[in-house]
């Protein structure tokens, strides 16, 4: 049904203006294959309800009944590089002890002690061990899960090598990173992944290193924090004092069951705006960081966009030491994120190379944990930094404080100032649920369709949507 030009069939309507596809099939170099693929999804309009986000019950639900079934990142492999490596991951109740073993191979157990239930390594810990002894009566494992030593053995003839090994949990490595599931039947990453497995062929995830590693608490419900980074609708408003402001262009997809994804041009102008730009005003913009005295010109008759790309890829090239001067422009540049369900963000892009990861507190509903990497291409020559110390950031940290975040930093200050006042209003809200954009919240919807389809499979009802 048209209206004045505006189609209002729903889930079809778009931005006006080029999309996203035209503007990279419009560029000098075509970008990966990946990045081609359009999976538009129109996902239902009905309301989300704050109960969602408030509701103790759907908390406790979530940990039960999703949180225990879902493949999740724990570390990355140059974590627990050598034997007797370890790493706990956490998230709300549940816990996994990761170690590398004997033979090279990566266990990951439940981190708890077969006597009594103790923790055998406390929540977020990670170091080296020869043998995994418990705290409490001195119970030992090997790193591969064996009973090796029994204090007192006389007094359990009870407990065989057998019933008290350390019972594994399932584990993959996929794209540099560990991944565990907290369900001994889940089923294999390999298919959870869904697209990645062929998409991230292209990127070279297992090829970088952590550079930066932030961990921030955050003022709120982490479907919120989550939600806060699955569109690039509130770029105009929240971001419009920066870079990020100046670009509307954004294709938004759903690879079902897991699967999300959004690109989000750089460095073009916006068909929104009253008056187009120049090139010239939009590699000014792009150069606002550099030195007035050495912003070099924009080349005759060359856009904008694959002028900042040469830079950034000669940048990039020199400080990294390959040679990036063959990527495509929206590879270099874009904002390109995929969102693997239930808490994992991977940027692909060479500029913007994240990856986030989202945990609930394991108390408080209003309270979730944000770790933020960023990923360098490892260098050609000499040795892969390991991973760098954690810079930890309390709820009212200014994201600026943490190095290596550059401007960005002043950008996710502005995310967690929405956060704050959204879980307030979450509660003073006279009308119960928020509504959705059909298009470009569509990943949020998705987000909270999967969390449903989750409790809903382990019995819990109670959401009223
Ligand atoms: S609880 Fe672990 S050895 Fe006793
Ligand atoms: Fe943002």
Known sequence: MADGGVNHEKGSARAPGPTLHEQLLADPTRPPWPLLVEAPAYLGDDDISYSVYTSEEHFRAEFDHMWSKTWQWACHVEHIPETGDYYVYDVGPHSALIVRGEDGAINAFYNACMHRGTQLRPPGSCGFANQLKCPFHGWTWSLDGELVDLPDRWDFPHVGDDTHRLPRLPVAVFSGFVWINFDPDAEPLSSYVGVLADHFTEFGFEDR???THVRKKLPCNWKAAIEAFLEAYHVRETHASGQLGDEVTTQYDVFPPNVSRFIHTIALDSPQRPAPRTEEEIFANMLRGVPVESRPKLP???????AWAKIVQRDMSSR???DFTHLSESITLDS??????????????LSLPMVYRFRPDADDIDVSWFDLLILRPRPAHGEVPPPPEVI??????SYTVAS??????RVYDQDTSNMKAQTRGFRSSRKKGQTLGNYQEVRARHL?????EHLRAGGFTADPT
């Open 300 to 306: 005759d008759g060359m856009r904008a966009r694959d």
């Open 404 to 409: 290596g975040l550059g401007p960005l930093g």
């Open 336 to 349: 390109i994120e995929y969102f693997l369900f239930p808490n994992a963000f991977f940027f692909p892009g």
């Open 209 to 211: 290193y952590i550079e």
């Open 392 to 397: 930890e950031l309390d709820v009212d940290d």
């Open 448 to 452: 909270q369709q999967r969390v449903r």
């Open 320 to 322: 990294y030491g390959h």
